[in-house]
């Protein structure tokens, strides 16, 4: 008699020097399926070469990707890095992490691969992608995901070690009360309106559900997945009718909502935000359901998302923190304003300084344990998210230090834009790559995000403080100042709205309408 196969689904990514471990991992997760024909369990393994379709450029190469892998419902990732230092690879693993933080899956292992390359023999290119591999490194392994390879057969058996033991975890969150059963009262569960009511009406986690009603977080993920066949024909999850009558009661949904079979008006409003919330859609348009005054909120970081005491930018910080008197780093500022250098040039400069000094990410990390930030900020940005309003920071400020600052609450924000320290393999500055959006570069980041998320300026609000955010007016953008410092609050040409004390980010929401 045929059973339901309960599928680990695991995503393979790497970039092309990696064919060899690609089909090493192909080949162990066949050998699985094989020892495990007549059980209920498998493994299917997505990867780009066989699981993707073609596409034209790369940017709809790498949507469809994300569609394939699906990272909300996969079990485990698999990242490896050799020689090259992929951006797609970074990407998908990127990807997985942040759904991981948000709902505790998927497994991440990332591996990387020895290089025994000398720097004295390699080329140009080559440097570079070590240098980046080594950056990747060094994020990665801040966060406990990391492992080492070293040799072909410690290859192979890292590999089948590491996947059996994760398919031995998945089939234990399978206990035999939890495997389904067909029953005569059992049906089809609506996914989309499950996903809505767990995440907008009650607003919690698979596993907050998972506790309140004692149906495994393994059987939760499943009704709320959506499964299409090769003919792309919708198959809606099959529910005990046990267990739809506990999310029913738990969820407040009339008796019968959750089951497919029953005609709900709403469920284009479900369908439209189960596709913009949970990864079904890689698209940058909104969910109707939103009914937000402003679509986006644009922040600038110092002075507006940190603690409003803190005299001191970012930027002067690094110099001090190196030794330095404030007035060099005064000096190259009024150059800049004279149009003498570039910023770019502004940049390069500094680092000279910084490099003389042997600046390393511990002075980066320093400086940013220094910096607090302003209150209210976690309850705010949770209330954007809510809403349905996308979050973006746009900074003249440093990208590694906001990431440090903003800790875990980095999650909410779709993009950060600001300049960023390239350090060498030892942690050592290596340059300055500045950014493209700071002064009147602002204007032209809210212009170009505008454009893509295909809403008018006028729905994006943006929250700054000081005389370089005066430029972001001529985006067309809402302009909200708080704190401010170095520009003339009230002169509505430039801001349409003032704080003049802020002490918490709460402060924004009246003027949002969520």
Same mark, same amino acid.
Not at 286 to 300: G, N
Not at 380 to 391: I, P, Q, W
């Given at each position: 008699?045929?059973?339901?196969?309960?599928?680990?689904?695991?995503?393979?990514?790497?970039?092309?020097?990696?064919?060899?471990?690609?089909?090493?991992?192909?080949?162990?997760?066949?050998?699985?399926?094989?020892?495990?024909?007549? !059980?209920?369990?498998?493994?299917?393994?997505?990867?780009?070469?066989?699981?993707?379709?073609?596409?034209?450029?790369?940017?709809?190469?790498?949507?469809?990707?994300?569609?394939?892998?699906?990272?909300?419902?996969?079990?485990?990732?698999?990242?490896?890095?050799?020689?090259?230092?992929?951006?797609? !690879?970074?990407?998908?693993? &990127?990807?997985?992490?942040?759904?991981?933080?948000?709902?505790?899956?998927?497994?991440?292992?990332?591996?990387?691969?020895?290089? !025994?390359?000398?720097?004295?023999?390699? !080329?140009?290119?080559?440097?570079?992608?070590?240098?980046?591999?080594?950056?990747?490194?060094?994020?990665?392994?801040?966060?406990?995901?990391?492992?080492?390879?070293?040799?072909?057969?410690?290859?192979?058996?890292?590999?089948?070690?590491?996947?059996?033991?994760?398919?031995?975890?998945?089939?234990?969150?399978? &206990?035999?009360?939890?495997?389904?059963?067909?029953?005569?009262?059992?049906?089809?569960?609506?996914?989309?309106?499950?996903?809505?009511?767990?995440?907008?009406?009650?607003?919690?986690?698979?596993?907050?559900?998972?506790?309140?009603?004692?149906?495994?977080?393994?059987?939760?993920?499943?009704?709320?997945?959506?499964?299409?066949?090769?003919?792309?024909?919708?198959?809606?999850?099959?529910?005990?009718?046990?267990?739809?009558?506990?999310?029913?009661?738990?969820?407040?949904?009339?008796?019968?909502?959750?089951?497919?079979?029953?005609?709900?008006?709403?469920?284009?409003?479900? $369908?439209?935000?189960?596709?913009?919330?949970?990864?079904?859609?890689? =698209?940058?348009?909104?969910?109707?359901?939103?009914?937000?005054?402003?679509?986006?909120?644009?922040?600038?970081?110092?002075?507006?998302?940190?603690?409003?005491?803190?005299?001191?930018? =970012?930027?002067?910080?690094?110099?001090?923190?190196?030794?330095? &008197?404030?007035?060099?780093?005064?000096?190259?500022?009024?150059?800049?304003?004279?149009?003498?250098?570039?910023?770019?040039?502004?940049?390069?400069?500094?680092?000279?300084?910084?490099?003389?000094?042997?600046?390393?990410?511990?002075?980066?990390?320093?400086?940013?344990?220094?910096?607090?930030?302003?209150?209210?900020?976690?309850?705010?940005?949770?209330?954007?998210?809510?809403?349905?309003?996308?979050?973006?920071?746009?900074?003249?400020?440093?990208?590694?230090?906001?990431?440090?600052?903003?800790?875990?609450?980095?999650?909410?924000?779709?993009?950060?834009?600001?300049?960023?320290?390239?350090?060498?393999?030892?942690?050592?500055?290596?340059?300055?790559?500045?950014?493209?959006? &700071?002064?009147?570069?602002?204007?032209?980041?809210?212009?170009?995000?505008?454009?893509?998320?295909?809403?008018?300026?006028?729905?994006?609000?943006?929250?700054?403080?000081?005389?370089?955010?005066?430029?972001?007016?001529?985006?067309?953008?809402?302009?909200?100042?708080?704190?401010?410092?170095?520009?003339?609050?009230?002169?509505?040409? $430039?801001?349409?709205?003032?704080?003049?004390?802020?002490?918490?980010?709460?402060?924004?929401?009246?003027?949002?309408?969520?």
């Amino acid at each position: 008699m045929a059973h339901e196969k309960i599928m680990m689904r695991i995503l393979l990514s790497s970039p092309s020097d990696m064919d060899k471990e690609r089909a090493l991992i192909t080949s162990i997760v066949d050998e699985i399926n094989v020892t495990n024909k007549e !059980t209920p369990y498998g493994i299917e393994l997505y990867k780009w070469e066989t699981d993707t379709d073609p596409s034209l450029t790369l940017e709809s190469g790498q949507k469809t990707i994300d569609e394939t892998f699906d990272y909300i419902h996969a079990d485990l990732l698999i990242g490896m890095f050799f020689k090259r230092a992929g951006l797609g !690879t970074k990407h998908e693993i &990127d990807e997985a992490i942040e759904v991981k933080r948000q709902y505790g899956f998927p497994e991440i292992k990332l591996y990387f691969k020895k290089v !025994t390359t000398e720097l004295s023999e390699a !080329t140009v290119e080559e440097i570079e992608h070590i240098e980046r591999i080594n950056e990747l490194k060094y994020l990665y392994y801040q966060q406990g995901l990391c492992w080492d390879l070293k040799d072909g057969d410690s290859i192979e058996k890292e590999f089948r070690r590491h996947i059996q033991r994760a398919f031995d975890k998945f089939k234990r969150s399978y &206990d035999k009360s939890n495997k389904y059963i067909p029953d005569v009262h059992d049906t089809e569960i609506n996914p989309y309106k499950l996903f809505y009511f767990r995440t907008v009406k009650r607003k919690i986690t698979i596993k907050e559900l998972s506790k309140e009603t004692g149906i495994s977080v393994a059987s939760i993920r499943k009704y709320e997945k959506m499964v299409y066949s090769q003919d792309n024909v919708k198959t809606y999850p099959q529910c005990r009718y046990s267990h739809l009558k506990q999310l029913e009661e738990t969820l407040g949904i009339d008796v019968g909502g959750l089951s497919i079979k029953k005609h709900d008006r709403d469920f284009e409003l479900y $369908y439209d935000y189960y596709r913009s919330s949970k990864g079904m859609n890689s =698209t940058n348009k909104f969910s109707t359901i939103s009914k937000a005054k402003y679509k986006a909120v644009v922040f600038d970081f110092d002075g507006t998302l940190v603690d409003p005491n803190s005299l001191k930018t =970012t930027w002067q910080r690094l110099w001090l923190s190196l030794g330095y &008197d404030l007035d060099i780093c005064k000096y190259l500022h009024s150059r800049f304003d004279k149009q003498e250098i570039t910023h770019q040039e502004w940049c390069n400069i500094t680092a000279q300084y910084f490099v003389a000094r042997g600046m390393s990410r511990g002075n980066i990390k320093t400086v940013a344990d220094g910096i607090a930030k302003i209150e209210g900020l976690h309850d705010t940005l949770t209330k954007f998210y809510e809403s349905g309003v996308k979050l973006y920071i746009v900074s003249g400020s440093i990208k590694e230090i906001i990431d440090i600052v903003l800790g875990d609450d980095v999650k909410f924000f779709d993009d950060i834009s600001a300049n960023k320290f390239i350090f060498n393999r030892e942690g050592k500055l290596l340059k300055i790559d500045g950014t493209d959006f &700071d002064f009147e570069g602002k204007a032209e980041y809210v212009k170009k995000l505008s454009d893509r998320l295909e809403i008018p300026a006028k729905e994006i609000l943006f929250v700054g403080n000081s005389f370089n955010d005066a430029h972001v007016y001529k985006s067309g953008a809402r302009t909200l100042c708080v704190n401010p410092t170095l520009t003339n609050s009230h002169n509505r040409k $430039y801001w349409h709205d003032t704080i003049d004390e802020m002490t918490n980010l709460t402060e924004i929401l009246k003027y949002c309408e969520l």
